[in-house]
């Protein structure tokens, strides 16, 4: 049977707000958390917060809105909001910053194999395999902050799903922003699916920016600080390019339509997949909600643009995300493109030796590395800590760390402070050694 989201049946709009207690939800326990329960959490606060911010632009910028819609409009932004309350202090207290923070990764990794997978256009979908080998890499940096800061081991957050080992080098992230700006689909032609696709992916990295950006400064290692400052960056560059793939031609009444069809659909997805019986009923509830902000805006849309909705969202759901293990398809992924980089032209790929010297973005990372790349450091101090990186890869992918190095870094535009191929399978041969004095000891 399928299902229409704008035939069914929401809650009524008046219902739909809550009291502090209802808004303010229990947090789950983070030593009892399905993993995938924790990603689905991280990703509806980000699709929260651009709805909610997506709100206040439409009003902002919608100059021929009636009044009655423009305080509607408002409306549902507070709803929004208070939404993105529950959903992310779903979240406890005693959840560290770093211990979040490969939480927010992992969701980039399996979020977005899962769109690759799932994607109708070639051209997306190369663009979400390009961003996913640079999320899987911040993973990796992190995950030797998390055991250096706090004693975390990468599984203890990501539970042996998702494989924590080096990508494409977080350093070789940074380009100019022209060659970042893809070329976007065409909104006349462009399935649904692609559309709601690239709106949960941006908004999942969108609210990574924003976390690193609030709390990278929580932490009082320098190191580390600056490490989150990198790869908020880069995160930046991933917002860049995930917004330039969307046609701009929509108009905002359509972008207002899709916002709300993509949360009904993330809703819906959560509410299949949701294994935490407590926190299912908030997906519950809350695709009830969405349901309604869809009609809402459909009849907006209907009113002032004469046209109907379907021609824009299709008249089925689509299933943005499914959160399951895809260290298979990453691998894949790792193993094939880690050597890719931005083309010159700005809008395709080309393998790093067909990247010519004047490659723009060589300029990008040798001004930003000039002194050291942060996330080289973190490889040079847990060496100190464990005399080697911390790596939780699947046996398959285990032996090829030193490999998988060699491939994805370049030769120009490496910065000083680089672990080199061979300096890392130094660090491996000193750690079996040191393991065997070690237990001697012991
Ligand atoms: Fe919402
Ligand atoms: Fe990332
Ligand atoms: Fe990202
Ligand atoms: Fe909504």
């Keep these: 049977m399928t299902f229409n989201p704008l035939k069914e049946k929401g809650m009524p709009l008046k219902k739909q707000l809550r009291n502090w207690h209802q808004i303010v939800a229990k947090p789950y326990k983070k030593q009892e958390v399905d993993c995938y329960t924790r990603t689905r959490q991280i990703l509806m606060n980000g699709i929260e917060v651009e709805g909610w911010g997506f709100k206040h632009q439409f009003n902002r910028f919608m100059h021929n809105l009636d009044k009655d819609d423009r305080i509607l409009i408002s409306q549902l932004g507070r709803i929004e909001n208070q939404q993105q309350m529950t959903c992310n202090w779903l979240c406890p207290a005693d959840q560290s910053v770093l211990e979040t923070t490969l939480g927010y990764e992992q969701v980039a990794v399996d979020l977005t194999a899962w769109l690759a997978q799932n994607e109708p256009d070639k051209y997306v979908k ?13 993973l990796y940096r992190y995950a030797q902050f998390a055991y250096m800061t706090e004693g975390v081991e990468p599984n203890d957050i990501v539970q042996g799903q998702t494989d924590v080992i080096v990508g494409r080098p977080t350093q070789h992230h940074h380009n100019c922003n022209g060659l970042r700006l893809r070329k976007h689909y065409d909104k006349t032609t462009a399935s649904p699916q692609t559309k709601v696709n690239i709106l949960t992916v941006l ?3 969108q609210q990574t920016h924003n976390f690193y ?3 990278g400064f929580m932490y009082g290692d320098h190191v580390l600080r600056e490490t989150y400052a990198e790869i908020k960056d880069v995160e930046e560059e991933h917002v860049t390019m995930y917004e330039s793939l969307i046609d701009p031609s929509e108009t905002m009444l359509e972008k207002a339509l899709l916002h709300e069809f993509t949360e009904v659909c993330n809703y819906y997805t959560c509410l299949e997949d949701e294994t935490n019986e407590e926190i299912r009923k908030y997906w519950e509830i809350f695709l009830d909600i969405e349901l309604e902000h869809l009609k809402i805006v459909a009849e907006m849309f209907k009113k002032y643009e004469k046209r109907d909705p379907e021609e824009v ?5 689509i299933i943005p995300c ?3 293990s895809q260290k298979e398809y990453v691998q894949k992924v790792l193993e094939k493109e880690v050597d890719k980089r931005l083309a010159p032209n700005g809008e395709y790929y080309n393998k790093m030796e067909e990247i010519p010297e004047d490659w723009a973005s060589y300029r990008i990372q040798e001004r930003a590395a000039e002194i050291s790349a942060p996330s080289e450091n973190c490889i040079q101090l847990i060496e100190i800590y464990k005399d080697r990186d911390i790596v939780e890869a699947s046996n ?3 032996g090829k760390e ?5 491939q994805g870094l370049q030769t120009i535009a ?7 191929p061979e300096e890392l399978q130094v660090m491996i041969d000193n750690h079996e050694e040191r393991k065997e004095e070690k237990e001697e000891l012991i």
């Design 126 to 138: 190369e663009t979400f395999d390009f961003g996913l080998l640079e999320d899987f890499d911040h």
């Design 203 to 205: 908004s999942g990295e």
């Design 213 to 215: 950006a609030e709390h």
């Design 313 to 317: 969202i299709g008249s089925e759901i």
């Design 322 to 324: 499914r959160f399951k």
């Design 396 to 398: 398959s992918l285990k």
């Design 402 to 406: 030193v490999a998988l190095l060699e």
């Design 414 to 420: 490496v910065a000083e402070n680089t672990i080199l």
